[in-house]
């Protein structure tokens, strides 16, 4: 019999595969989070929940009434306030025990090493493609595990980038992507599969701090439809691009 006490993080210390060992590992892990949106409300709450002892949330956004059909970190009489400010109030509400840090910038060339340097762990969030790019290469530059998790309409997929081994890069999965600097604006999302990206995301965090880097999404990315109930989750393998005017550069030198 499991002896479930009252304790915040026992039901999942019970598991095998998780403990009370790694459990204590998740305290000293650092993750920066660049935006607080609707993938990232169920990626930080998650975070947050199973005891990652540091994040530091990078938002600059306002809160607005069309952003409550999925971005469940927030209420309808939190309209008008800064996503970060109220990420944070419910963040520390859900868990006080965890060190959360707010900057409310936008990411830059001119302040992402500040941003991002001493953390351990970046889960990737830029607003525009330039904006991902600029974290893609930031990463690989300097060695920075990262993942990124993105839903739109009833789709949603994950995947990590692990420059050390070197594994296919943001601009190998979306090689288009990196020509275009602009975002295409907003895209029909609902809350179901912003919520899944979340979870997916978030997963490769913890499987990174509690010792399970080999079963990270590298050179492939977990996709889902979740609307459509299709009853599949796939896996599309991606090798990274010998050509990639990214990577190639980083992982050459």
């Not at 479930?4 to 595969?17: G, I, L, S, V």
């Not at 990652?52 to 971005?71: C, H, P």
Request: glycine share 8%; with cysteine; net charge negative.
């Amino acid at each position: 019999m499991f002896n479930f006490e009252d304790t915040r993080y026992n039901r999942q210390e019970q598991m095998p595969e998780w403990g009370k060992e790694r459990q204590e590992k998740l305290k000293e892990a650092k993750v920066a989070v660049i935006g607080a949106g609707g993938v990232k409300s169920t990626f930080l709450m998650a975070l947050v929940a199973g005891g990652i002892g540091n994040i530091r949330i990078i938002e600059f956004d306002t809160i607005e009434l069309s952003n409550l059909n999925r971005q469940v970190l927030y209420r309808t009489d939190d309209i008008g306030r800064t996503k970060g400010q109220a990420a944070l109030t419910t963040l520390t509400r859900l868990n006080p025990d965890i060190n959360i840090e707010l900057i409310e910038e936008k990411i830059s060339e001119n302040n992402i090493d500040n941003l991002l340097k001493d953390w351990d762990f970046i889960v990737e969030g830029g607003e525009s493609p330039a904006g991902r790019n600029l974290v893609n290469e930031y990463c690989l530059q300097h060695k920075k595990p990262f993942t990124h998790a993105s839903a739109q309409f009833s789709y949603g997929y994950a995947f990590s980038v692990v420059p050390k081994e070197k594994s296919a890069c943001f601009a190998c999965f979306f090689p288009e992507d990196h020509t275009r600097p602009e975002h295409t604006g907003a895209v029909p999302v609902n809350v179901l599969s912003t919520s899944l990206a979340g979870s997916i995301g978030a997963a490769e965090v913890f499987k990174w701090f509690l010792g399970y880097q080999d079963r990270m999404l590298t050179n492939k990315r977990l996709c889902f439809s979740s609307l459509l109930l299709s009853g599949e989750f796939t896996v599309e393998q991606q090798s990274r691009r010998e050509d990639c005017p990214v990577c190639s550069i980083h992982y050459n030198n």
